[in-house]
């Protein structure tokens, strides 16, 4: 790594914006150090400075959603190499941050960093969500960050919210039409659309904004469908 103060300067600025505990910047940091030098491919932006912005920052502006900062049970759905449920883990030491992850080596990379940092309130779980069962009604808060469209991400997402639990889509410029199939298939899941919250996680973000769902009445049984069918046939897709 070329120029850790830099990246570690970035760090300490977000830590004190979001009031974060002691000695988060250097445990984020870690973390970063540990993606620039994974061998395997789990993503495609691995320097550490430009890290801070597009991995740390990104995931912790999530943080001005009130419920996000009291919750006790998070899962990140589809974790990737970590973002945002590592660095939410780190800012959140209270919560138990579970990262559900299809993909092997990226659960492994997750692991790793995790033991690294010294992030014992993070774990990660090699399973797609739809298949994870030990995590039903069970989450304050379910975030989600590049993975599919809204719909998508709402059937996903709301058998694993708890009565009153909150969904957080992590989503760049807005589209009506995904927004429309959205709100189309939370109401089959039990879920109510809260207003969109514009975010600027960083200077030169561009549009970032973050998706909110609060689950408002049970989930109907029938979900989750079997594994494929959220994306295969989506309920938000006019019939």
């Known amino acids: 790594m070329k120029h850790p103060a830099k990246a570690l300067d970035k760090l300490r600025a977000l830590e004190r914006a979001y009031e974060l505990p002691a000695g988060s910047a250097d445990k984020l940091l870690t973390i970063l150090v540990a993606l620039e030098s994974e061998e395997s491919s789990v993503t495609t932006v691995r320097d550490p400075i430009a890290g801070a912005d597009v991995h740390v920052a990104d995931s912790l502006v999530a943080l001005q959603v009130p419920e996000l900062k009291a919750a006790k049970r998070i899962a990140d759905l589809g974790a990737g190499g970590g973002f945002p449920g590592l660095a939410l883990a780190v800012a959140l030491p209270g919560a138990h941050?579970?990262?559900?992850?299809?993909?092997?080596?990226?659960?492994?990379?997750?692991?790793?960093?995790?033991?690294?940092?010294?992030?014992?309130?993070?774990?990660?779980?090699?399973?797609?969500?739809?298949?994870?069962t030990e995590g039903l009604g069970s989450n304050d808060v379910v975030v989600v960050r590049?993975?599919?469209?809204?719909?998508?991400?709402?059937?996903?997402?709301?058998?694993?919210?708890?009565?009153?639990?909150?969904?957080?889509?992590?989503?760049?410029?807005?589209?009506?039409?995904?927004?429309?199939?959205?709100?189309?298939?939370?109401?089959?899941?039990?879920?109510?659309?809260?207003?969109?919250?514009?975010?600027?996680?960083?200077?030169?973000?561009?549009?970032?904004?973050?998706h909110l769902?609060?689950?408002?009445?049970?989930?109907?049984?029938?979900?989750?469908?079997?594994?494929?069918?959220?994306?295969?046939?989506?309920?938000g897709t006019a019939r």
């Not at 092997?104 to 309130?121: H, I, P, Q, S, Y």
């Not at 989750?224 to 994306?231: E, F, Q, S």
């Open 97 to 132: 941050v579970t990262l559900v992850e299809s993909v092997g080596r990226k659960c492994d990379f997750m692991t790793r960093a995790a033991e690294l940092a010294g992030v014992g309130n993070a774990e990660a779980v090699h399973a797609r969500a739809e298949q994870w």
């Open 146 to 210: 590049a993975l599919a469209p809204l719909d998508v991400i709402a059937e996903y997402a709301a058998p694993l919210l708890e009565l009153g639990g909150l969904l957080i889509a992590y989503k760049a410029r807005r589209d009506r039409e995904e927004e429309t199939a959205g709100a189309r298939a939370a109401g089959e899941l039990g879920l109510s659309v809260r207003p969109v919250m514009p975010v600027a996680p960083y200077p030169g973000a561009g549009q970032r904004h973050l």
């Open 213 to 235: 769902f609060t689950k408002t009445a049970p989930t109907p049984n029938r979900f989750p469908r079997r594994a494929g069918m959220a994306r295969k046939r989506p309920l």
